[in-house]
């Protein structure tokens, strides 16, 4: 049975390759013209994320003109000399970082009154609790193994989103758990981990001030309350964790 699944698999993903390769076809009279397209994609798609990043903060520039000193610039032709290009382009610079930076505030100032908000109901649900830090966490599964110390090296499984529910990053994201020693990442981290037992499953509600402050980082605002759904899976003593507890 595995042996025909096997046969199988490769005769579909032979017959799948055929097929792109016909369809290449269809379009291009050699390899010379399918690559020469694959460039200007592939560039083409890194503009479009470029442009994408632009018009979040209020800056929409005409895609049909950008084309056309695009298609100019290869030609060598262009309907602005290199010193007015380098002017515009120097201008546009500023702006765009001007108008990165108000948007940034605003939303690190938004992020800042939500949290405090959403912290301070979330504190009053049942099952929820606050550390002298302002931490917050809920026990969704207790552990039976060890329980980390801030030198030990743990192994997780996470889920980070913002209060909204927008995910912005996972473990299965990466297709992996994450391994890092505990005392090495954000402070809400070390602390609530520090919590948990090897094979408990916690959610923690972490302030801004326990994570990356005023900071933007990604696609994570300034001043942003973090939620972190975090499985314990590992938890590795350090050497300096085995001669703490020899001492005690």
């Known amino acids: 049975m595995k042996k025909y699944l096997a046969v199988s698999l490769l005769a579909s993903s032979v017959l799948f390759a ?23 994609a592939s560039m083409a798609r890194y503009l ?12 929409k520039l005409d895609r049909n003109l950008i084309i056309e000193g ?25 702006d765009l970082a001007a108008k990165a930076k108000k948007k940034a505030a605003e939303e690190a100032a938004k992020a800042k ?8 109901e979330n504190a009053k649900k049942p ?4 550390t002298k830090s302002g931490l917050q966490y809920k026990v969704l599964k207790k552990g ?15 889920k980070g989103s913002l209060i909204d529910g927008t995910v912005f990053d996972s473990s299965a994201k990466h297709h992996q758990p994450a391994t890092f020693k505990l005392d090495q990442v954000i402070p ?32 994570i605002p300034g001043n942003s309350t ?16 085995t001669s703490d507890s020899s001492t005690k």
Request: no cysteine; aromatic share 8%.
């Open 70 to 94: 695009m298609k100019d610039g290869l030609h060598g032709k262009s309907k602005l000399s290199d010193k007015e290009i380098q002017t515009v382009l120097t201008d546009m610079s500023k």
């Open 188 to 219: 809400g981290w070390t602390e609530g981990v520090q919590l948990m037992h090897q094979g408990g499953k916690y959610r923690f509600y972490i302030p801004a001030k326990l994570a990356y402050g005023d900071h933007a980082t990604g696609s």
């Open 226 to 241: 973090l939620i972190f759904d975090v499985d314990l899976l590992k938890v590795k003593k350090s050497s300096n964790s």
């Open 127 to 130: 099952g929820v609790k606050t």
């Open 18 to 40: 055929t097929a792109q390769a016909s369809a290449a076809t269809e379009h291009f009279k050699n390899e010379a013209q399918e690559q020469a397209y694959a460039v200007g």
């Open 113 to 120: 009154i939500e949290g405090a908000k959403f912290l301070k």
């Open 144 to 158: 039976t193994g060890p329980q980390p110390k801030p030198s030990d090296i743990v192994t997780v499984n996470y």
């Open 48 to 59: 479009d994320k470029s442009l994408q990043q632009q018009e979040k903060i209020g800056v």
